[in-house]
């Protein structure tokens, strides 16, 4: 008889977004004539930038053709792309980073739920709490996490560094030592931002004690601010602890396009290992490439055009981000994020739990958020909107709530 993975089934019901889309069913059908505005899922909405629609119809025009046609993709990726990622993302920014320690992937979150197979399983992971919850999840299937608390919400062998207002939502160096850890800055959900000098003190601890920092950078192009580093690589040190998750998700509106990166410097050993070696097997087994329509579309996100086209749609998205933020402090609430980041994060008022602010919400603005104790237990007590939405619908959501 065949065994399941039973780490599986110490997994506890991830009931977010399901929770969220029941209440929201449920409101709606007693209520048919309200009409809900929805900032909760981190979802883009606007359409893909034109010049990557015009790379997209050439490739698939290309496939047309017997002469240009492409079959498998190299499955570390096309040159075309590790160069300009390479080049742009890094190299023009002063960071030592060669396209051959570039991995193209269909996406970050994949690759930062493959990532802990190229681990051994004893090793010990921390993480930010509240924090996205693909890291810890990852590791609960490959058995890395011991047993689940359900009181606490919490891992015996996780390391968790909370994230609240006391510490301006940035973790702090952990007492016990930790072999990887997670970091994702500015960070989903909280929408803070650490600056250089404070991503400096993790990568000096990381090469201290010899972990491997995983850093997801999915909202790198959100920054607006010029102390907050857009890559780990501006450290000194981090190529010798740093792996980097990069997603064109965020900034170029590739949700349902699907293409990602991570990046491993050689320089990251363990013992003479290189983890380059290690994830460059994993994918050349496991993963067979992102297709070549979408990396030729992923190439267009660092034409000129494509930059261009690409900042206005950072900005439409952080234009959102400033109504949201001024209209809640306007409205009294206490709020932070929003500035290098597509996410606002607020407190909630009184002592409301976070579901009970969720459905107070719903209820009086028809407005959807996002609980932030569905993130992890220091998530209690806060509330995440999106910037996501289009404008006017952001603007009317902000009016709804300043007349709660
Ligand atoms: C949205 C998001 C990603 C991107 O995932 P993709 O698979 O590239 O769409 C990665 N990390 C975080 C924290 C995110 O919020």
């Not at 493959?114 to 924090?131: G, H, L, M, R, T």
């Not at 990381?206 to 780990?232: C, F, L, M, Q, W």
């Not at 363990?270 to 067979?288: E, F, I």
């Not at 606002?344 to 409301?352: A, D, E, F, N, Q």
Request: net charge negative.
């Amino acid at each position: 008889m065949f065994k399941v993975n039973d780490n599986y089934l110490k997994l506890p019901g991830s009931y977010l977004f399901s929770t969220i889309g029941k209440k929201v069913a449920a409101y709606t059908a007693a209520n048919p004539d309200k009409s809900i505005i929805r900032l909760g899922i981190g979802d883009v909405t606007q359409p893909l930038a034109p010049a990557i629609i015009d790379a997209l119809h050439d490739a698939v025009d290309e496939m047309a053709a017997a002469e240009t046609f492409h079959g498998y993709a190299p499955d570390l990726g096309y040159e075309f792309l590790r160069n300009a990622m390479a080049k742009n993302d890094y190299q023009d920014k002063g960071c030592d980073i060669s396209a051959d320690e570039v991995f193209i992937s269909d996406g970050a979150k994949c690759d930062s739920g493959n990532i802990q197979e190229i681990f051994s399983v004893d090793n010990k992971i921390a993480v930010c709490d509240p924090v996205y919850p693909v890291y810890v999840d990852t590791n609960v299937m490959a058995g890395r996490t011991g047993t689940y608390d359900p009181l606490k919400e919490t891992w015996s062998d996780v390391i968790y560094m909370p994230c609240t207002a006391d510490n301006n939502f940035a973790p702090e160096l952990p007492k016990e030592t930790p072999d990887i850890i997670y970091l994702c800055f500015p960070n989903n959900p909280t929408g803070s931002t650490i600056t250089k000098a404070q991503l400096q003190e993790w990568v000096d601890y990381a090469n201290k004690v010899g972990a491997v920092i995983i850093y997801d950078a999915a909202y790198e192009a959100y920054i607006s601010e010029a102390d907050v580093p857009h890559t780990i690589y501006e450290c000194e040190g981090a190529r010798t602890c740093a792996i980097e998750l990069r997603s064109f998700s965020k900034n170029a509106g590739f949700t349902g396009v699907r293409l990602g990166a991570t990046i491993i410097p050689k320089d990251l050993k363990c013992g003479d290992v290189t983890l380059h070696s290690l994830w460059a097997r994993r994918h050349g087994t496991k993963y067979n490439g992102a297709p070549y329509i979408v990396q030729k579309a992923g190439e267009a996100v660092y034409s000129d055009a494509g930059k261009a086209q690409l900042s206005e749609q950072v900005a439409y998205y952080m234009n959102n981000a400033k109504v949201i933020y001024q209209g809640l402090k306007d409205a009294g609430y206490t709020v932070s994020g929003g500035v290098n980041a597509p996410y606002i994060w607020l407190k909630t008022p009184g002592s409301m739990t976070s579901w009970e602010f969720f459905d107070y919400l719903l209820e009086n603005a028809n407005v959807v958020g996002t609980p932030g104790s569905g993130f992890g237990p220091s998530g209690e007590g806060y509330f995440r909107l999106t910037a996501f939405g289009s404008y006017e619908n952001t603007v009317a959501a902000i009016e709804r709530i300043k007349k709660m």
